[in-house]
């Protein structure tokens, strides 16, 4: 009987140093701890399926997307570039190298790497979300085994460039813009941003006067300027059309000036100002634009005097 009590007492220590040792979820506590990276040391990211590769590159301080080069939604790609960076792993999951359960297999992972020139910083492969949605399924460089990283940013990483290039033309603020000039066929118009005292103790009030000193229609003014300040292009084109007599220019001031030159009929094609690629314009934003400019030309002799009557 004491034997058996010895062999029993025996057991239950074995039982109990190795609950005691493993961890709760059954993963080893012996995880690969990452270096984190940082995010001003990365000048290059790909994101790497079996089917295709999606580049980011840094030119001077700005990410591009893609071999074209084309502008990046800085943020979220800085955001991506400090997610695979600051990467935690908190839990080895299997060690059974069988990863579709995981979207971890050749036809769905998708591989993560950031480079400074030649040099991998990162290397690591994503999955999907765990059930937890708190942590991904991932697999580092040198290594088979499926781990929990540390947030859900499976949808995050993808090869979908349409995700990441930036559209934006022009970032203006209408209210700093203080001229405007204007070129389309016949039409040439300088116009300046001035104010006029409000009618019984009202608050000044802002005014357009061409080169001619005639007041044109505020309303048509601001429309214009409207919906070029914050202006967004349907695709960024390789090549300007650089040869071609542009059949609209327009020149914003602000603290400088800022060109918009668009060629063509719809959809139309245009170059402007510290955008190295040229870009076309949806139909309707390109319609929107020259509705807008013909609208100054069709404003009436008498509104165009009214301020010296």
Known sequence: MKKETIILLALIVALSAYLFLRDTDGTSYELPVLDTVSAGDVDRMEIKTQAETLLFEKEGDEWTVDLEGFPAKQEQVTKLVETAGEMTLTAMVSEAESYNRYDLDPGTAKNVRLYKGETVLRDVTVGKAAP????????????????????????????????????????????????????????????????????????????????????????????????????????????????????????????????LKLFGDAPMHGTATDQRLGFTLSEAKGADILGAVQALEETPQAELSQAHE
Not at 155 to 166: E, G, H, L, V, Y
Not at 215 to 230: M, N
């Open 132 to 259: 937890s949605m708190g942590h991904t399924f991932v697999t580092i460089e040198g290594d088979k085994k499926v781990y929990h990283a540390k947030g859900n940013f499976a949808s995050q990483f993808t090869t979908d460039s349409n995700r990441f290039i930036d559209k934006t033309v022009f970032n203006l603020v209408a209210s700093e813009v203080n001229a405007l000039a204007v070129t389309m066929g016949e039409t040439d118009l300088a116009l300046t941003r001035a104010t006029e005292p409000g009618e019984e103790g009202a608050a000044p009030k802002t005014i357009w006067k061409d080169q001619n000193g005639n007041t044109l229609s505020a309303e048509k003014v601001d429309k214009l300027i409207a919906s070029l300040c914050r202006l967004s292009c349907d695709t960024w084109l390789m090549e300007e059309k650089k040869d071609e007599t542009p059949a609209l220019s327009v020149v914003l001031t602000t603290d400088r000036p800022y060109t």
